[in-house]
């Protein structure tokens, strides 16, 4: 019987000598059971009544057992309309990703209904149980303003599935290089608030009691609500930290190619450091709304950092690979700075790498000055926008335009499996 994370200590014995157990026992081809021996939260009836967190711990928070519930397949049938076409949001590695409703029962009557995202298992899919399970252990127990929240999953027959809270804007990704309605153009500001909060995120899985290497850190994997936080969704790679006599731990190498550290690629070397180079990729990908990896490119331009390097390091390049859809709406001083801020995390040695915390102060550094108010002559322009990001009224915003040009190459991420 697999124990899962139901102890912490046992899963970090085991990640730093290699590959993580899922903690998973398969007794025979239909029956999986999910270790709780530390006693779970785990329940078949109320999640919605139970805290986020978010308010009480804005720090976060690691609980001790997954407080997770257990929905019944019949359940989400019904919640997405028999998995219906028009309700898939998208697609990954694991499978399909539904919009649902849930109604919320208060006293047998029902009440409000609930938006959620249900990720369900791909029969096909090479990433299947083991991440399943690593969802349920690591994300099931932290609880951050910047991560996503799973509210529970289902185990039925050969189903598997995962039930997060519901992300209205949805992906970074969707909004970098998307087409059509989810094509808009995120204004600087907005991009600077999405970097800031999925740093939080990741700073807060790494400066936790129990470190956590995140491990797939990418544009597709940062999610946004409603008024733009980022939450960072997908812990199916999650690892822990090496002990505290290491450096780094050994795994199988997965990831994303484009997103994935030199050093984990060549050599299976995870560090905390690794994630860190992850970022710097996306912050690249903030600056230019250029793909990590894009097969479609001339070859030399194929992967992002290789090609865009160069170009960070000097005030009038950086200029010329900027998004054009910014329409030069941006404070120049700023952009440049977080291109050197990218530069570092982007460095070929971890050790040089800054950490996510420092990488937390800088960009709240470059926002605050950016934030400084100034008086403006179209202030009523600004704040209609404001109120579209969910924002207070801020400078440096862009009108919003459709992207009509921007092709959306290879939506399959290029997996390192
Ligand atoms: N909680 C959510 N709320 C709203 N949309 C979501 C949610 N989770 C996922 N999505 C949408 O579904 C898409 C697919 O997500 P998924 O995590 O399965 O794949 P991916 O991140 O593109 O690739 P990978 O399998 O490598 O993680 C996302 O890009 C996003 O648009
Ligand atoms: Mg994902």
Redo the contacts with the bound molecule.
Sequence with gaps: MGNCWGSLTDDLAASTTGHLSAGTSQTNSNTVSIGTSRGSNISRNSLFSASSGDEAFPNGQILPTPNLRIFSFAELKAATKNFRSDTV???????K?Y?GWLDEKANGKSGNSTAI?V?KLNSESM?GLEEWQSEINFLGRLSHPNL?RLLGYCLEEKELLLI?????K??L??HLFGRGSAAQSLPWDIRLKIAIGAAKGLAFLHTSDKQVIYR?F?A??I?LDGSYNAKI??F?LAKMGPSASQSHVTTRVMG?YGYAAPEYVATGHLYIKSDVYGFGVVLVEILTSLRALDPTRPSKQQNLVDWIKPHLSERRKLKGVMDHRLEGKYPSKAAFQIAQLALKCLATEPKHRPSMKEVVETLERIQAVNERPRESRNRSTRRNIARQYGQQPMHHQSPIHLNQDKYRAH?N?H?VR
């Design positions: 949001l998208g697609e990954g590695g694991f499978g990703v919009k995202a990720k990433q996503v997060y809270e519901f992300m209205q949805g992906s990704e969707n797939d990418k597709s994997n999610l969704s997908d199916g994303t939506q991420v997996h």
